[in-house]
């Protein structure tokens, strides 16, 4: 059974504060992704890693830094949170290839206030 | 890059009734289209996909179409319940292992 989980589910920040989500999935999956998820704007692409070490940017990096020191572990860095930044964070993973699943993890709701 | 359009993005039914939900795509590499549920405060999870060299797909109550000539697969619900209510979004596969998603759709299926 696949398990992705998120280190947190709320998190309330203030503005310009360095803000870490961090995102572990224990399947050995290559490929990690970090989305966000805003009302009528479905589920839109920040960042993400096809192995260790390696990462690219998606449709909305602006703002967001990422890193993946482990196989196993994706963590994505808000280096001054703003309050455009507050959202739904989703994390997944999904195995290297075509026509696989993804796999989501539960969020972190942010708020930065 | 690829690009996927989504409607409705609300759809209220009767329990019984059937529900369709439609998404265009652009790009016409794209070969992997799958369906996710996403329940009021839980993660969204595949309930169904198509790859290009299919024209349709079931499972019991659901189904996926896939056209590609026009660049368009939808979903239908058949028999709905209220347990079906929840937000859908379609995805296409880009060829760079990523999913595109739509906006989503909110399915509302009153008792």
């Known amino acids: 059974d696949v398990k992705v989980t998120q280190s947190s589910r709320y998190l309330v920040k203030r503005t310009g504060e360095k803000v870490f989500l961090e995102c572990v999935q224990d399947?050995?999956?290559?490929?990690m992704f970090w989305y966000r998820q805003d009302p009528g704007l479905g589920l839109r692409l920040i960042y993400f890693?096809?192995?260790?070490?390696?990462?690219e940017k998606g449709d909305i990096p602006e703002g967001y830094s990422v890193s993946r020191e482990k196989k196993e572990r994706f963590s994505l860095i808000l280096e001054s949170a703003s309050t455009n930044q507050t959202s739904m964070y989703l994390c997944?993973?999904?195995?290297?290839?075509?026509?696989?699943?993804?796999?989501f993890g539960p969020g972190t709701r942010l708020t930065v206030t | 890059g690829e690009n996927v359009e989504q409607h409705p993005s609300t759809l209220s039914v009767q329990e019984g009734d059937s529900a369709v939900i439609k998404c265009t795509y652009s790009?016409?590499?794209?070969?992997?289209f799958p369906w996710y549920k996403q329940e009021l405060g839980k993660r969204p999870q595949l309930i169904i996909d198509?790859?290009?060299?299919?024209g349709e797909k079931k499972d019991q109550r659901i189904a996926v179409t896939l056209n590609k000539t026009a660049k368009h697969f939808s979903l239908h619900i058949t028999e709905t319940q209220p347990e079906d209510s929840a937000v859908y979004f379609c995805?296409?596969?880009?060829?760079?292992?990523?999913?595109?998603f739509g906006t989503g759709t909110r399915l509302l299926v009153s008792p």
């Open positions: 997944a993973s999904r195995r290297p290839g075509t026509a696989y699943e993804q796999y």
């Open positions: 399947m050995d999956h290559e490929n």
């Open positions: 890693s096809y192995d260790v070490k390696m990462k």
């Open positions: 790009d016409s590499a794209s070969n992997y």
């Open positions: 198509i790859r290009s060299n299919v």
């Open positions: 995805a296409g596969e880009t060829g760079f292992q990523k999913l595109v």
